[in-house]
């Protein structure tokens, strides 16, 4: 039977504002955006889609297709902008078991589910990409020609992607829950790069993640094996 799946995620709109003799972002709206700890600006958003209802009539999903839809622009302010720092990283996941706060910071960084680099100091999990239902990775710089006035004085303008990364596996799975995240690297606080942080206001619109998905009945020993899979995966993490 077929099933439309859906994840939901809000805008983001920060504000900078001094504080501590530089400058620190802080949320304009209220939404369900988080800050992550550390010496950067990473914000999260996350929820899940809840599966039990098919777990509970032995019910496996299946996934044809994902996408995302965005419900605006991304635009940046500034007094001055540097693009040696001054980029926004956004990482969208739906996987099959949870990841803690480390392990999507790591995520800004190493897309979750390859073999891992050679880096110490991160948490990169023990995923793979069964774990990754649908998995995105972008890179935004201001747009140069759109905004208005030269990057070393003031200016606006729009944030245009210049890589973009996906790496859906669309694994069936029978998990109970899927787990719903975005991530957000904003430019570096002025207490920690003062000469390199003149953005002043950052905006990206709210985002939907569509899963074309099916629900199917499979016989009894073929689920079993992927309810155990299921359950060994949410292990390992």
């Given amino acids: 039977?077929?099933?439309?799946?859906?994840?939901?995620?809000p805008w983001l709109i920060v504000e900078s504002t001094a504080s501590g003799g530089g400058f620190q972002f802080q949320q304009v709206y209220p939404t369900d955006s988080t800050i992550m700890s550390g010496s950067y600006q990473r914000y999260k958003q996350e929820m899940k889609i809840d599966l039990s209802g098919y777990v509970q009539s032995d019910l496996t999903v299946g996934f044809r297709r994902s996408f995302e839809q965005k419900g605006g622009i991304e635009y940046v302010e500034w007094d001055t902008y540097d693009p040696n720092s001054d980029y926004v990283l956004e990482t969208v996941l739906v996987s099959s078991v949870p990841l803690n706060d480390d392990q999507l910071i790591a995520a800004t960084s190493f897309s979750p589910g390859f073999t891992n680099p050679p880096v110490t100091g991160l948490d990169l999990g023990n995923f793979n990409r069964n774990h990754i239902i649908h998995g995105s990775y972008k890179v935004y710089y201001a747009n140069s020609i759109v905004g208005a006035g030269a990057f070393s004085t003031a200016g606006a303008g729009t944030l245009v992607p210049v890589h973009e990364n996906y790496f859906s596996s669309l694994?069936?799975?029978?998990?109970?829950?899927?787990?719903?995240?975005?991530?957000?690297?904003?430019?570096?606080?002025?207490?920690?790069?003062?000469a390199a942080n003149g953005v002043t206001n950052i905006s990206m619109p709210a985002l939907r993640v569509i899963l074309d998905s099916f629900t199917v009945e499979e016989p009894d020993l073929e689920y079993m094996m992927r309810l155990k899979r299921s359950y060994e995966l949410a292990n390992q993490v």
Wanted: glycine residues 4%; charged residues 20%; hydrophobic residues 40%.
């Fill in 1 to 9: 039977m077929d099933r439309t799946l859906v994840a939901e995620f």
């Fill in 171 to 194: 694994e069936p799975t029978a998990a109970d829950c899927l787990y719903c995240y975005r991530v957000f690297f904003l430019p570096p606080e002025g207490t920690i790069f003062p």
